[in-house]
């Protein structure tokens, strides 16, 4: 295991449709964060698993948005009903609370269009 | 609520110039920690350092260098003798142990560093 991936890396959707991301994080790594990135920005907390529980999500995952990780493996995060601001870098990390570094590994994330 | 500030949006150096990256944060924990992540043109966030508040000896990793000083809450990046590898954008972060455990880190707006040959 080389670190994180993540697919599509790059995905173009017409206004008004679903797309679906997913993540597969370290394999040693219990925690699973989702960020989202725009141009000029440093990344953005959407939600964030411990094992398949979801712990935490930022007022900025609205009802659209939806993160499942179902076996405390990979994590899928999906957008219904896309909007043109939904358009952005859509970064996932993944870390560990047993080697309490607590450094997060990134990602080359899934870049959305939406036209 | 934390807050990480990095006021220089973007810095040009000619290639073996020295540069200083700065970042300023904002936490009412006692308990904290600091990162600093690369960014290059493929998009991937680099992991680079990591520092927890009550360590505030400095740190040098080859040309990389980190000043970390608490009286004036800022944990500035140094790299010595930059070469055109090194552009990309930087990014500053800050996680507050009182966040539950989850130590989700606010990031900085990035400072994008372009050096020129």
């Known amino acids: 295991d080389t670190g994180v991936s993540q697919d599509p890396r790059h995905k173009i959707t017409k206004r008004g449709q679903n797309v679906t991301f997913r993540c597969d994080p370290i394999s040693e790594h219990n925690r699973l964060y989702w960020y989202r990135q725009t141009l000029g920005q440093g990344p953005e907390f959407l939600t964030y698993?411990?094992?398949?529980?979801?712990?935490?999500k930022s007022r900025l995952l609205s009802d659209r948005f939806s993160a499942e990780r179902p076996k405390g493996s990979f994590s899928t995060l999906e957008i219904q009903r896309t909007e043109q601001g939904d358009s952005a870098m859509y970064l996932c990390?993944?870390?560990?609370?047993?080697?309490?570094?607590?450094?997060?590994?990134f990602g080359p994330g899934t870049r959305l269009t939406v036209l | 609520a934390q807050k990480v500030t990095q006021a220089q949006t973007e810095i040009s150096v000619v290639e073996k110039e020295d540069v200083t990256l700065d970042c300023v944060y904002e936490t009412r924990d006692t308990t904290y920690y600091l990162f600093w992540y690369k960014q290059p043109p493929s998009g991937e966030l680099v992991f680079l350092i990591r520092r927890n508040s009550f360590d505030e000896q400095n740190e040098i990793s080859g040309r990389y260098s980190w000043n970390f000083q608490k009286s004036t809450s800022s944990f500035n990046f140094t790299i010595t003798a930059s070469q055109v590898v090194d552009s990309a954008v930087y990014f500053c972060a800050l996680s507050e142990a009182s966040s539950g455990g989850s130590y989700i880190p606010t990031f900085g707006r990035g400072t994008s560093l372009i050096v020129h040959p």
């Open positions: 698993f411990q094992n398949e529980a979801q712990l935490e």
């Open positions: 990390a993944s870390s560990s609370d047993v080697i309490f570094t607590n450094e997060q590994f």
